[in-house]
T-cell receptor, first 111, second 116 residues
């Protein structure tokens, strides 16, 4: 079993839809939770990060962490074609920056 | 502009050859990382370095080697011992690795290596 599980998709939605992307993990010691966005043939860029449990909102993006369920989510409101990319979840222990990545979910937003 | 550069963007290698991928950063970051990305597997850590002249193996170091002679440079050599080197290679850097708080990892644009 992988340490971080993420549905690879692809997930295809119409423009304007609310998108929900999810990851589950097995290591309860993870404290930092990140979402990276990666466009085709590019390096990932950090979209959101959250420390421990709770919600964090930034514009159209909301990240949620439920440590009791070992489950994290990224919601995208009013999705746009420019949101089409691969979304990678990642997490790390409290001390140290070594990241463990999910496999990534391919998102396609159709206009 | 501050950032991370990787070269070349595309690299072709014949079986049995060693190749070196370049990674340079001008962000004054102490920590640097190399990842390998394969379809459906996310990013896997090959090597990382916290300071100059020091580096540590990641999860999949076999068949790879690195050096860290300068703070801004962290080249990766893919040796002939790497059984399946065709992949997308990403270099990253962060402020440091030991401060006890999260520091964002910034990624370069990647190098796509294909073995012919």
């Amino acid at each position: 079993q992988k340490e971080v599980e993420q549905d690879p998709g692809p997930l295809s939605v119409p423009e304007g839809a609310i998108v929900s992307l999810n990851c589950t993990y097995s290591n309860s010691a993870f404290q930092y939770f990140m979402w990276y966005r990666q466009y085709s043939r590019k390096g990932p860029e950090l979209l959101m990060y959250t420390y421990s449990s709770g919600n964090k909102e930034d514009g159209r993006f909301t990240a949620q962490v439920d440590k009791s369920s070992k489950y994290i989510s990224l919601f995208i409101r009013d999705s746009q074609p420019s949101d089409s990319a691969t979304y990678l979840c990642a997490m790390s222990l409290e001390y140290g920056n070594k990241l463990v990545f999910g496999a990534g979910t391919i998102l396609r937003v159709k206009s | 502009d501050g950032g991370i550069t990787q070269s070349p963007k595309y690299l072709f290698r014949k079986e049995g050859q060693n190749v070196t991928l370049s990674c340079e950063q001008n962000l004054n970051h102490d920590a640097m990382y190399w990842y390998r990305q394969d379809p459906g597997q996310g990013l896997r850590l090959i090597y990382y370095s916290q300071i100059v002249n020091d580096f540590q193996k990641g999860d999949i170091a076999e068949g790879y080697s690195v050096s860290r002679e300068k703070k801004e440079s962290f080249p990766l050599t893919v040796t002939s011992a790497q059984k399946n080197p065709t992949a997308f290679y990403l270099c990253a850097s962060s402020i440091d690795l030991t401060s006890g708080v999260y520091n964002e990892q910034f990624f370069g644009p990647g190098t796509r290596l294909t073995v012919l």
